[in-house]
């Protein structure tokens, strides 16, 4: 038995790395990624394609790991409202989370109590398991953040696009198929969203609720007022072009201001890295040549003196 703990120990650690792979490449690769490889193939090129088998049989161990998994009914909301912010839709997604999630805790907890890295510590070994439960989380919601932030960024294009499309006599439905697919590039993730609500409304589902489903997806606060504005001028008939364009000016004038807050908080930020890193070098070049001449001089006259 304590020799399978080295070779349980490898193999979590290798389901560990693949799982953290997986989930670092969502999207299969960026756009730029995607257009060079179809360059490649259309001029002759050979195209490399991925293992899909190997991938499925990762996914279905994790799937078959999240479905032993303990968990709580309470964290299944908001786990899933976290997997949609960081784009992932699928209903296997959350399994898939709760197997990496199970798989880093017994992972980190096996690598430590084998002693391949340190000496086996049991108390060691159990913190190690929570920090490994707790990671995925918040890896998690850094994910979903940074694409929330993505999102925000690309907001004030997309309006100023859409005030162009509907301004040309477009309906809002085909203005915004519009600018998801000339946002594709530039913003992704935004036009992802905005294709998405083009499916829903061909499949039936009133504006309003597929407006309110991408407020929902998202979670961004600007989408929400977006959405809250749309829905209040189809009701009352007023103009989509001078709401989206007052809108539009509106999340600009958002943006600067965030931007000025970022600027203002720059100096704040700054004072810790100059005390503890550049405050310490200067310190010794400056003080250092004239602390040694003074041990210098000083020693001599010390040992005379005795």
């Known amino acids: 038995m304590v020799m399978l703990l080295p070779v349980l120990a490898f193999l979590f650690a290798s389901l560990l790395v693949a799982a ?163 946002l594709e590039f530039a913003h992704p993730d935004l036009s992802n969203e905005l294709a998405l609500i083009n499916l829903e409304l061909r499949a039936g589902k009133a504006r309003a609720d597929a407006l309110r489903n991408l407020a929902e997806r998202t979670g961004v606060e600007d989408i929400s007022s977006l959405v809250a504005m749309l829905v209040q001028t189809d009701k009352f008939g007023t103009s989509v072009a001078q709401s989206l364009r007052v809108h539009s000016e509106t999340v600009r004038t958002k943006r600067r201001q965030r931007a000025e807050e970022a600027a203002a908080k720059t100096g704040v930020k700054m004072v810790f890295p100059l005390v503890f890193c550049i405050f310490p070098a200067i310190w010794v070049v400056t003080i250092g040549p004239a602390a040694i001449k003074f041990v210098q001089v000083l020693m001599p006259m010390a040992a005379n003196a005795q």
Do not use: W
């Open 20 to 182: 953290a792979a997986m989930a670092l490449s969502a999207n299969g690769g960026s756009a730029i990624e995607r257009r060079l490889g179809e360059l490649a193939v259309g001029g002759g090129g050979v195209e490399v394609k991925d293992n899909p088998e190997y991938a499925k049989a990762i996914v279905d161990a994790l799937k078959r790991i999240g479905n032993a998994a303990p968990r709580s009914k309470s964290e299944l909301g908001k786990l899933q409202k976290r997997l949609l912010a960081s784009g992932y839709r699928s209903h296997e997604a959350l399994y898939v989370f709760f197997g990496i999630r199970l798989a880093c805790a017994l992972g980190l907890f096996a690598l430590l109590i084998s002693g391949i890295v340190v000496a086996p510590n049991l108390f060691g070994a159990l913190l190690a398991c929570a920090l490994g439960y707790l990671l995925p989380s918040m890896a998690l919601a850094r994910m979903a953040k940074k694409r929330q932030h993505k999102i925000r960024l690309g907001l004030a294009d997309a309006l100023d696009l859409l005030v162009v499309s509907v301004e040309a006599g477009l309906g809002l439905d085909q203005a915004i198929q519009r600018v998801a697919t000339e």
